[in-house]
Every structure is written in structure tokens, then in C-alpha cells.
């Protein structure tokens, strides 16, 4: 069984930053894709930021230029550096990975429980 277990989250004024930590654990053979997810209230769950195994990393046009992915393969982390938050950045935010565990398996998609991040004045 593979868990993601994630820290970080919390309230913060517009303006200061946070950083999401998300770790892998389980049977784990390798990781296709790594990274974060977001929903706000009454939205629609969004992708925020993803990293491939080639290194290759999507943003949402939102964040681009505020936050930052960073993945770690021998740890099977992934981090979020996330600066200048906003009142919309406002949501849980989901780490999710896409992990095959053999040689010749499928690959499956994971998500941790859920970090709220709030930022208000």
C-alpha cells in the first residue's frame, strides 16, 4: 500500500509564503508523475504544479512565478515553495503522485488526505 503524507498548510496573511511537503511511502517501483492539487470552496479541483519523471514541470497559469515544485526521485518527495500567496490561493491542497509498483504493473494514482491553506488579512 502506498500513503502520501503530507505537512505544512496553515493561516497566513496576502503576501507571506508557505512551504507543502509531501512524502512517498509503500511499494514504490518508481514514480511517473509527482505533485499538488488544490480545491477551494465551490470550485472544482485544479492541478496547481506536477513533475514528471523526465524533470519536465507544468504550473498552473495562476502560480507561475510565485510558486516553485521541487521533487526529490531517491526520496520520493515533493515540495511546494509557495510565496506572495493571495486570498484566491485559498483551498486544500492535495499532494498526488502516479506510481507503478513492478516492473510490468499499471501505473495508479495516489492523494494525501488534504492540507488547508488559508490566507487572509
Known amino acids: 500500500q502506498v500513503q502520501l503524507v503530507e505537512s505544512g498548510g496553515g493561516l497566513v496573511q496576502p503576501g507571506e509564503s508557505l512551504r507543502l511537503s509531501c512524502a512517498a511511502s509503500?511499494?514504490?517501483?518508481?514514480?511517473?508523475?509527482m505533485g499538488w492539487y488544490r480545491q477551494a470552496p465551490g470550485k472544482q479541483r485544479e492541478l496547481v504544479a506536477v513533475?514528471?519523471?523526465?524533470?519536465?514541470?507544468n504550473y498552473a497559469d495562476s502560480v507561475k512565478g510565485r510558486f516553485t515544485l521541487s521533487r526529490d526521485n531517491a526520496k520520493n518527495t515533493a515540495d511546494l515553495q509557495m510565496k506572495s500567496l493571495k486570498p484566491e490561493d485559498t483551498a486544500v491542497y492535495y499532494c498526488?503522485?502516479?506510481?507503478?509498483?513492478?516492473?510490468?504493473?499499471?501505473?495508479?494514482?495516489?492523494w494525501g488526505q488534504g492540507t488547508q491553506v488559508t490566507v487572509s488579512s
Open positions: 513533475m514528471t519523471s523526465g524533470g519536465s514541470t
Open positions: 509503500g511499494i514504490i517501483f518508481r514514480i511517473n508523475a
Open positions: 498526488n503522485a502516479d506510481i507503478s509498483k513492478d516492473w510490468n504493473s499499471r501505473s495508479y494514482t495516489y
